[in-house]
C-alpha cells in the first residue's frame, strides 16, 4: 500500500530556509487524482495545515505562511518537497507530508508521513 | 477562515463508559469536507471519519460521526484502551484546512 517518509535537516538556523521532502512509495504520485499535503504540529500543540500541490504543480497555500511556503512535485522521483522561507523558532514544529483525497470526494488527509522533527535554532 | 472549537479540552472516562467529543465551526461546513482524525502519542494522525459519518477503511464500528452545519460530534460507544488518544476535527473551506485545537480523552 501507499506509504511516505519525510526527509530533510533535522536542525535549521534562524532566518534560513527549511527544505523537507516526502517520498512517495508503494503506488505513483501521479494515480488517481490526489493532492498531497504538507501539515506541522508544534511540540504539545495542534495541527497546523502549510499547503497542497497536485501532480500537475497547482498549489494551495494556508494564507498565514504563503508568503513564505513553496510546494512542489517531482514526478519522476514520486517525491514532493516543501520549503519555508525565513524560519524563526516559531516555526519549530514536527512536519508531515499527507496524501489528501480529490476535492470531488470528501479533501480527506488518508495516509500520512511518520513525521519529522525540525528545530530551528543557532 | 473557519475556526474550529472543540470541547472539551480534555475528557476523562473510563473503558467501557461512551465518549462524545463536539466540535464546533465559527461557520457552516460543509458536511463532505468534515473529518476527524486520532492521534496518539509519537504517532501521526489517523483518519476516523470522514464526510461528516463516514468510518474510514479499518476503523471499528464503536466510532461514529455525526452533525450538519456548524455543529458535529464524535462518539465513541464503548471505550477500548486503545481509544485513549488526542482526537481532531478538520474541515475544508475556501481552498482552506484547518483543524480544532484537538480534545484529550484519557483514562479515568
Known amino acids: 500500500q501507499v506509504q511516505l517518509q519525510e526527509s530533510g535537516p533535522g536542525l535549521v538556523k534562524p532566518s534560513q530556509t527549511l527544505s523537507l521532502t516526502c517520498t512517495v512509495s508503494g503506488g505513483s504520485i501521479s494515480s488517481g487524482s490526489y493532492y498531497w499535503s504538507w501539515i506541522r504540529q508544534p511540540a504539545g500543540k495542534g495541527l497546523e495545515w502549510i499547503g497542497r500541490?497536485?501532480?500537475?504543480?497547482?498549489?494551495n497555500y494556508n494564507p498565514s505562511l504563503k508568503s513564505r511556503v513553496t510546494i512542489s512535485v517531482d514526478t519522476s522521483k514520486n517525491q514532493f518537497s516543501l520549503k519555508l522561507s525565513s524560519v524563526t523558532a516559531a516555526d519549530t514544529a514536527v512536519y508531515y507530508c499527507a496524501r489528501t483525497r480529490p476535492i470531488f470526494v470528501d479533501n480527506a488527509f488518508d495516509i500520512w508521513g511518520q513525521g519529522t522533527m525540525v528545530t530551528v535554532s543557532s | 477562515e473557519i475556526v474550529l472549537t472543540q470541547s472539551p479540552g480534555t475528557l476523562s472516562l473510563s473503558p467501557g463508559e461512551r465518549a462524545t467529543l463536539s466540535c464546533r465551526a465559527s461557520q457552516s461546513v460543509s458536511s463532505s469536507y468534515l473529518a476527524w482524525y486520532q492521534q496518539k502519542p509519537g504517532q501521526a494522525p489517523r483518519l476516523l471519519i470522514y464526510?461528516?459519518?463516514s468510518r474510514a477503511t479499518g476503523i471499528p464500528d464503536r466510532f461514529s460521526g455525526s452533525g450538519s452545519g456548524t455543529d458535529f460530534t464524535l462518539t465513541i460507544s464503548r471505550l477500548e484502551p486503545e481509544d485513549f488518544a488526542v482526537y481532531y476535527c478538520?474541515?475544508?473551506?475556501?481552498?482552506?484546512?484547518?483543524f480544532g485545537q484537538g480534545t484529550r480523552l484519557e483514562i479515568k
Open positions: 500541490i497536485y501532480t500537475s504543480g497547482s498549489t
Open positions: 464526510g461528516a459519518s
Open positions: 478538520q474541515q475544508y473551506g475556501s481552498s482552506f484546512f484547518t
